[in-house]
């Protein structure tokens, strides 16, 4: 095990010479993938994000808070990927969103979190905080 860590580590310190990108799908793999990099078959190569095709449907484990909130973005942004979380410890006071939406295609971030804002309306007033991921597709 040691053996492998010296090598990772080497082999990222002596990555230091390449581009940023390339650096980047280098590390992404040898985290996600360490394995493959102890028989030296992730050179380079990146794990791709899936994206459903179908209507988003919210896990059975939401609470109502959460719910409420998926059922509001859902139908105001028709996202391809969806995810709300109570980040509060369970009081609804903050919440982690994560959003993918055509909706957001051609955006700048702010304009894609003040969509979010504008579809939760007098909700979001009541929060604390809101930690927002938005994403076109």
């Known amino acids: 095990m040691a053996a492998l860590r010296s090598s990772v580590l080497a082999m990222r310190f002596s990555s230091t010479t390449r581009s940023g990108a390339a650096l980047a799908r280098s590390r992404s793999s ?72 055509d909706k957001f295609k051609g955006l700048p971030v702010i304009k894609q979190h003040r969509l979010v804002n504008q579809v939760l309306g007098e909700e979001i007033k009541k929060w604390h905080g809101v930690q927002l991921k938005t994403k076109a597709p």
């Open 30 to 101: 040898r985290i996600m993938f360490p394995n493959a990099v102890r028989n030296g078959t992730a050179a380079g190569a990146c794990a791709q994000r899936q994206y459903s095709t179908g209507a988003v449907e919210p896990p059975e484990f939401l609470s109502e808070g959460e719910l409420k909130i998926f059922n509001m973005l859902k139908e105001g942004l028709g996202p391809e990927k969806l995810e709300v979380q109570d980040i509060s410890g369970g009081c609804g006071s903050m919440y982690g969103i994560d959003v993918v939406s």
